[in-house]
């Protein structure tokens, strides 16, 4: 996991690069495609789900090397053409895997994070998941084991794989000539991402769009369609860790409620977004009906709290840059400790855009717990062989923190008192 690490330390700053290079060109050509407060929420994702993969926690059903152990037919050098057969298995297998998490109940629950903006940009992008908790993808790499492909290849693959989908998250690139007939591009994939009826559940390849065209998935964008970006029953929270579980948590609020059996045993297993019979008739869902003409979530923040969001955002990664580069001498018990601070973090301060009285309690209970461990070490998991003044700044950060919240919570409370959830 450590090599993971290293290479998020090299992506990450090339990703915040392009971020800001999308926004600044919104804004000269005035066609901004960002709200502050979604994008926050979109990285603060991409915060979770990095922390939370560089750990490596999870069931993992079974091992990339043991699948090759078992079912190699034939063993073949790391050549070219190896890198290149790799890569095609790979993007075959995030194909199918994909569509598995568009069409089946229990499996969209670690997708819809992902279609949860309602804004399409390259932060949306880095909405990636946190409840991915069974780790069975490695079974759709079974032709790659079969084929004899070294698990080092695999390995290195994976992550490029995984980085090259960040680009084509824009609005800014039209149509691509030849190109649209090879590769996932902008405008196919703002077509996956919409809502509009003609465009849903289209274009579920990753690198190629190949698989669409065979297996029939593909639709191209139309110039009297535009896109509507977000899910059909939307999250109406900025709380990335909420959305996680969602989903999850309405299918098991289902699978209780229902009086029937059957119903409880094969409401997780039935096509997204389907319900038992009795619950919907008892407890309707808000869904979208009119793709064209739908409120998107948004708070009524100050734009002093939107301000304050984007720095306890910035602070929340420049602590976790600080956790990859000290990764090895953190110990995996301090990591554990490490990551419990940085999700507080998130969950703090998304809860505050989000406009929830609670949030005061959670950066109360953060602050006092951070500074209790600076008080204990002297130290923050190694900061001050760094900066000799890190612990000094550790515990100004969380003294702000706290007083962020107390001021947000309650001297601008007509905010919190204004229906406290406002769609615009
Ligand atoms: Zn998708
Ligand atoms: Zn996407």
């Known amino acids: 996991m450590e090599t993971y690490a290293q290479a998020l330390l090299y992506a990450i700053p090339f990703f915040i690069a392009l971020l800001l290079v999308e926004i600044f060109y919104g804004y000269v050509r005035n066609r901004q495609k960002h709200r502050v407060l979604d994008s926050v929420s979109s990285i603060s994702s991409g915060l979770t789900n990095i922390v939370k993969d560089s750990l490596g926690i999870g069931l993992v059903i079974v091992s990339y090397p043991l699948l090759l152990e078992s079912f190699s037919l034939v063993s073949i050098q790391a050549t070219w053409l190896v890198w290149l057969i790799a890569f095609v298995v790979i993007d075959f297998a995030g194909y199918w895997n994909h569509r598995l998490s568009h069409r089946i109940n229990v499996f969209w629950n670690q997708h819809v ?102 297996f029939g998935t593909f639709q191209k964008e139309l110039e009297h369609l535009p896109p509507q970006y977000g899910v059909l029953k939307p999250a109406a929270t900025w709380n990335p860790v909420v959305i996680n579980f969602q989903h999850l948590w309405q299918l098991t609020l289902d699978a209780w409620r229902t009086r029937s059996l059957k119903d409880k045993l094969r409401i997780w297993f039935m096509p997204t977004g389907w319900r038992p019979d009795d619950v919907k008739m008892r407890y309707p869902l808000r869904r979208i009906e009119d793709v064209y003409n739908f409120e998107k979530y948004e708070t009524q923040a100050s734009t002093a709290l939107k301000y304050y969001a984007v720095l306890q955002m910035s602070c929340t990664l420049a602590l976790m840059l600080f956790m990859f580069y000290n990764y090895g001498e953190i110990g995996f018990k301090g990591l554990l400790l490490f990551v419990a601070f940085v999700f507080t973090a998130i969950f703090g301060y998304t809860s505050l855009m989000d406009l929830r009285r609670y949030a005061i309690w959670i950066e109360l209970f953060r602050a006092l717990a951070g500074l209790l461990l600076i008080a204990y070490t002297g130290d923050w998991f190694g900061l001050n062989a760094f900066y000799p003044i890190g612990s000094t700044l550790m515990v100004i950060y969380f003294i702000g923190t706290l007083c962020g919240g107390i001021y947000f919570a309650y001297l601008e409370k007509r905010l919190f008192n204004s229906n406290n959830m406002v769609l615009k």
Request: charged fraction near 10%.
């Open 113 to 214: 994070i992902h279609h949860s903006s309602e804004e399409f940009n390259l932060a949306c992008a880095l909405r990636q998941p946190i409840s991915n908790l069974i780790g069975y993808f490695t079974l759709f790499l079974l032709p790659a084991a079969l084929l004899g492909v070294p698990t080092e290849v695999i390995a290195i693959l994976a992550p490029i794989h995984l980085f090259a989908q960040f680009w084509y998250h824009t609005q800014h690139i039209g149509k691509l000539g030849w190109l649209e007939y090879v590769i996932v591009t902008p405008s196919q994939h703002r077509v996956h991402h919409a809502i509009n009826p003609e465009y849903i559940d289209k274009n579920l390849g990753q690198v190629l769009c190949i698989w669409d065209r065979w």
